[in-house]
C-alpha cells in the first residue's frame, strides 16, 4: 500500500513562518485572514457544498471561525496546509484546497471544498494539480492520498482524474471512505500555469 508521507520531519517555527502563495491559470493560493469568515460562512452554510464533508450537515458561523482557526494553526505548526482559494480575475474567495495531515495510517492527503457556484469548471483539479505538485516538489513528499466518503462519486472522479489510484475501502475520521493515492513516481506534471511565490 502506498502511504503518503513527508520527506523530512522538519518545520518552521510559528513566530518566523511565512506561507508561500501558488498561483495558477485561474486561481490564487494563500493564507487565510479574518476577513475571511463571511465568504466561508456563505460556502460552509450551503448544504449541498456540506453533504460529504463531516458529518454532512452545515455549520454555524462559531464552527466556521474554529474550522478556520484550526487550519491557520496547522498552516503554521507544519509549513503546509490548505490555502485559501481566490478566483485571479474577481479577488472571489472559492474555498480551499491543500495538502492535510490528520491520520498517521494515511499521511498526507489531499483536502479541497469549492463554493457551488464555481462546480462543473475545472477548479478542482486546477487546485488539486497545483498542490500535488507543491508536495512533490517543494515538499519532498514520496506520495499524497486522497479520501472521500463512499458515494462521493464527484470527489472520486476528481481524484482519479489527479492520477490517483484507487487503494482501498477504509474508516477514518469516524466515516467509510475510499483511499486513494498517487506516488511522486507515478505522478506527472501536466504543463499547465504555476508559479511558487515566497517570502521567506
Not at 28 to 36: I, T
Request: charge should be positive.
Amino acid at each position: 500500500m502506498v502511504t503518503a508521507t513527508l520527506h523530512t520531519d522538519a518545520g518552521p517555527s510559528p513566530e518566523l513562518f511565512t506561507a508561500d502563495r501558488v498561483e495558477t491559470s485561474r486561481l490564487r493560493f494563500r493564507m487565510f485572514r479574518l476577513e475571511d469568515l463571511d465568504a466561508m460562512c456563505e460556502i460552509t452554510r450551503d448544504a449541498e457544498v456540506m453533504r460529504y464533508i463531516g458529518h454532512g450537515r452545515t455549520l454555524t458561523r462559531e464552527e466556521t471561525r474554529d474550522n478556520l482557526s484550526r487550519i491557520v494553526s496547522a498552516f503554521q505548526r507544519r509549513g503546509f496546509g490548505r490555502w485559501a482559494l481566490e478566483l485571479k480575475e474577481t479577488g472571489a474567495l472559492l474555498g480551499y484546497c491543500g495538502l492535510s495531515l490528520g491520520n498517521v495510517e494515511v499521511g498526507v492527503e489531499l483536502a479541497y471544498m469549492l463554493s457551488r457556484g464555481v462546480w462543473g469548471r475545472g477548479l478542482a483539479l486546477e487546485a488539486g494539480r497545483a498542490s500535488l505538485r507543491y508536495g512533490f516538489e517543494r515538499l519532498g513528499l514520496r506520495a499524497v492520498a486522497g479520501l472521500t466518503l463512499r458515494g462521493n462519486l464527484r470527489s472520486r472522479r476528481v481524484l482519479e482524474r489527479l492520477g490517483m489510484s484507487f487503494v482501498r475501502d477504509a474508516h477514518f475520521y469516524g466515516f467509510d471512505c475510499v483511499q486513494y493515492a498517487v506516488s511522486r513516481d507515478d505522478w506527472r506534471d501536466d504543463g499547465s500555469l504555476y508559479r511558487v511565490i515566497s517570502d521567506g
